[in-house]
């Protein structure tokens, strides 16, 4: 059974620094991809940054560079590393780990910018 957990959400000011973490229970390196997705208020889910079993990184256009995923693979950890928070980054951070027969949620974690 994988599991994914992720931490580090919490209320924050506008302007700030914030790294979530995902840990997950297996390999970080038997996925093929790993991503972060984030779920505002009344939106729909969507991809902020992916990471490839390579090394290669991917990141939505509209968040500007603010935004880093990056893994510790002996600690089996994903992170993503949040500079400059918006009020508009308030959301729940979603890990998401994918293999060519399925893939794989966390639970969440809510991140509250506050201006």
């Known amino acids: 059974q994988v599991q994914l957990v992720e931490s580090g959400g919490g209320l924050m000011q506008a302007g700030g620094s914030l790294r979530l973490s995902c840990g997950i229970s297996?390999?970080?390196?038997?996925?093929?991809?790993m991503e972060w997705y984030r779920q505002a208020p009344g939106k729909q889910r969507e991809l902020v940054a992916q990471?490839?079993?390579?090394?290669?990184?991917t990141y939505a256009v509209a968040l500007n560079g603010r935004f880093t995923i990056s893994s510790d693979n002996a600690k089996n950890t994903l992170y993503l590393q949040i500079h400059s928070l918006k009020p508009e980054d308030t959301a729940v951070y979603y890990c998401?780990?994918?293999?060519?027969?399925?893939?794989?949620w966390g639970q969440g974690t809510q991140v509250t910018v506050s201006s």
């Open positions: 297996t390999r970080i390196s038997s996925f093929d991809v």
């Open positions: 998401h780990a994918v293999r060519v027969t399925r893939d794989y």
């Open positions: 990471r490839t079993g390579g090394g290669s990184t």
